[in-house]
T-cell receptor, first 115, second 114 residues
Framework: EAQVTQNPRYLITVTGKKLTVTCSQN?????MSWYRQDPGLGLRQIYY???????DKGDVPEGYKVSRKEKRNFPLILESPSPNQTSLYFC??????????????FGSGTRLTVV | KNQVEQSPQSLIILEGKNCTLQ??????????LRWYKQDTGRGPVSLTI?????NTKSNGRYTATLDADTKQSSLHITASQLSDSASYIC?????????????FGKGTKLSVKP
């Protein structure tokens, strides 16, 4: 089944403890992206990747890191999480990025709470 | 500034009724417009994608329209079902720019009551 898999689904952590949220897609998509979703703000892009070893900042990149060493994986790293990073996170992938008329497939989400 | 505005913010309708959700955008140069359905706590799922030259696209009971001149889109849901209760997000993609991102509206939360 074609899908984007995020792990974990839920995570509670403490301020300052490094964590990684994994994202993997099995559709050979070039483009991958991370979003956070907060009440009243909608989805906001954190980082995106147009291809392997190519990543770039989205609208809200502060406090996050990403890497794209392989086409299928795009992990989101929080080196020193803070409570304002408590949010619902989504990974998405697409055959190609913006401007192309391809659908985006979203993962099921990771609900992160930083205390 | 590229923006996508959706209305209403929330909507309650009775099962079996029709409804229409609105999306206005100021995105240039326009590439395509997408409607997504998002169940609570889940990832968005694509309903339709429309390019500049398309003015109507259907997906079952969902029909999206696009007026590229007025920069407006609507999503019409026919004979609503309880399972239609979700947030509906309008997303516009622009050509060019330094960011490969989509511009998301904040969504309309639809509740279908029995």
């Amino acid at each position: 089944e074609a899908q984007v898999t995020q792990n974990p689904r839920y995570l509670i952590t403490v301020t300052g403890k490094k964590l990684t949220v994994t994202c993997s897609q099995n559709m050979n998509h070039e483009y991958m992206s991370w979003y956070r979703q907060d009440p009243g703000l909608g989805l906001r892009q954190i980082y995106y990747s147009m291809n392997v070893e190519v990543t770039d900042k989205g609208d809200v990149p502060e406090g996050y890191k990403v890497s794209r060493k392989e086409k299928r994986n795009f992990p989101l790293i929080l080196e020193s999480p803070s409570p304002n990073q408590t949010s619902l996170y989504f990974c998405a992938s697409s055959l190609a990025g913006w401007g192309a008329n391809y659908g985006y497939t979203f993962g099921s989400g990771t609900r992160l709470t930083v205390v | 500034k590229n923006q996508v505005e959706q209305s209403p913010q929330s909507l309650i309708i009775l099962e079996g009724k029709n409804c229409t959700l609105q999306c206005n955008y100021t995105v240039s140069p326009f590439s395509n417009l997408r409607w997504y359905k998002q169940d609570t706590g889940r990832g968005p799922v694509s309903l339709t994608i429309m390019t500049f030259s398309e003015n109507t696209k259907s997906n079952g009971r969902y029909t999206a329209t696009l007026d590229a001149d007025t920069k407006q889109s609507s999503l019409h849901i026919t004979a609503s079902q309880l399972s239609d209760s979700a947030s509906y997000i309008c997303v516009v993609s622009a050509y060019g720019g330094s960011q490969g991102n989509l511009i998301f509206g904040k969504g309309t939360k639809l509740s279908v009551k029995p």
